[in-house]
C-alpha cells in the first residue's frame, strides 16, 4: 500500500496535458489555476482573445481562440494542444451560455432556443468528439463536461434551452462514459448548483428578488465558489478518480437533495 503522507498533490497532474474551454473567465479559469497548480500543462480555448491570452499568461499555458460551435476550429483547439504539448490527457468542456432572452418556454423563441443549443450541448459534442481522436489513440484520458443541477431537478425559474442542453450533456457525457470506459478513458458530467461567477451576478444584480428564490433552496446557505468547483474537476481528471465514470458529479450544496430548506 502507498505511503500516503507521501503523496504530494501538487504533482497529481503532472505530465497531463489539459484543454479547457470557457477558460478565460469563471470556473474555466478557476479550474486552469487548480489544473496548473497541480502540475498540468493548460491549454485555454475561448471566444475571447485579450481575455483568454491573459488566462494562459496566468497558468504559464497556451491559449487558442476558438468558436466552440465550429467544428473546425474545436477540432484545431484539441489538434494545437497535441502538437505544442504532446498530448490530450484532460478535455473540461466547459464553455457555456445563458442569455435573458432563455427564459419560460412561452416567451423563448426559437432563434434563442438555438443559440443556447448550439453553444451549451453541440459544443460538448464536438469537444468530446475533438478530444476523443487523441484519447483513444492514447487508450486513456478523462473528459469533464459541465452540465449542471438543472439537469436532474426542475427550476421553477425557467431557462428552457439552458436546462434542456445542460440534460442533454449529462445523458450524453453519460454514454460515453460507458462507451469509452474500456478503452482507457473516463467520462463524467459535473453538476454545478449555482455559482457566484461574473455570469451569475450580472444576473442576478438585474433581479435581486430572483437571486433570493434561488439562494433560499440551497442548504449550505450561500453559492459556490469557482475555486470549489476547480477541485472537483482537479479529482475528475487525477486518477484518484480512477474507477468514476458516466458519473452524475453533483457539487451542488445539497440543492438536489433537499425538499425545503429552512430559512
Given at each position: 500500500?502507498?505511503?500516503?503522507?507521501?503523496?504530494?498533490?501538487?504533482?497529481?497532474?503532472?505530465?497531463r496535458?489539459?484543454?479547457?474551454?470557457?477558460?478565460?473567465s469563471g470556473i474555466g479559469l478557476a479550474t486552469a489555476k487548480r489544473l496548473a497548480a497541480e502540475g498540468a500543462k493548460v491549454v485555454i480555448g475561448d471566444l475571447d482573445a485579450a481575455a483568454g491570452e491573459a488566462a494562459a499568461s496566468v497558468v504559464d499555458g497556451l491559449?487558442?481562440?476558438?468558436?466552440?460551435?465550429?467544428?473546425?476550429?474545436?477540432?484545431?483547439?484539441?489538434?494545437?494542444a497535441a502538437r505544442v504539448y504532446g498530448s490530450v490527457d484532460v478535455?473540461?468542456?466547459?464553455?457555456?451560455?445563458?442569455?435573458?432572452?432563455d427564459d419560460s418556454i412561452e416567451t423563448t423563441e426559437l432563434p434563442a432556443w438555438q443559440k443556447v443549443q448550439d453553444v451549451n450541448l453541440k459544443s460538448v459534442y464536438l469537444c468530446s468528439r475533438a478530444a476523443l481522436?487523441?484519447?483513444?489513440?492514447?487508450?486513456?484520458?478523462?473528459?469533464?463536461?459541465?452540465?449542471?443541477?438543472?439537469?436532474?431537478?426542475?427550476?421553477?425559474?425557467?431557462?428552457?434551452?439552458?436546462?434542456?442542453?445542460?440534460?442533454?450533456?449529462?445523458?450524453?457525457?453519460?454514454?460515453l462514459g460507458v462507451q469509452f470506459a474500456r478503452q482507457g478513458i473516463r467520462v463524467n458530467a459535473l453538476c454545478p448548483g449555482p455559482v457566484n461567477t461574473p455570469l451569475l451576478q450580472e444576473l442576478f444584480a438585474k433581479?435581486?428578488?430572483?437571486?433570493?428564490?434561488?439562494?433560499?433552496?440551497?442548504?449550505?446557505?450561500?453559492?459556490?465558489?469557482?475555486?470549489?468547483l476547480a477541485a472537483a474537476v482537479a479529482f475528475?481528471?487525477?486518477?484518484?478518480?480512477?474507477?468514476?465514470?458516466?458519473?452524475?458529479?453533483?457539487?451542488?450544496g445539497g440543492i438536489s437533495s433537499a425538499y425545503v430548506t429552512p430559512l
Open positions: 500500500m502507498a505511503d500516503l503522507t507521501r503523496i504530494d498533490l501538487t504533482q497529481r497532474l503532472a505530465g496535458v489539459a484543454v479547457i474551454t470557457g477558460g478565460a491559449f487558442v481562440q476558438v468558436d466552440v460551435t465550429d467544428q473546425e476550429q474545436v477540432d484545431h483547439l484539441f489538434d494545437e478535455a473540461f468542456n466547459n464553455a457555456g451560455i445563458s442569455p435573458p432572452d481522436r487523441h484519447m483513444v489513440a492514447q487508450g486513456r484520458g478523462s473528459i469533464i463536461n459541465t452540465a449542471s443541477f438543472v439537469a436532474v431537478l426542475g427550476s421553477a425559474t425557467s431557462q428552457i434551452s439552458y436546462t434542456a442542453s445542460k440534460g442533454g450533456v449529462l445523458a450524453m457525457s453519460r454514454e433581479d435581486p428578488e430572483r437571486a433570493q428564490r434561488r439562494l433560499v433552496h440551497v442548504p449550505v446557505g450561500r453559492f459556490a465558489e469557482p475555486e470549489e475528475l481528471a487525477s486518477d484518484d478518480a480512477s474507477f468514476i465514470t458516466g458519473s452524475t458529479f453533483l457539487v451542488d
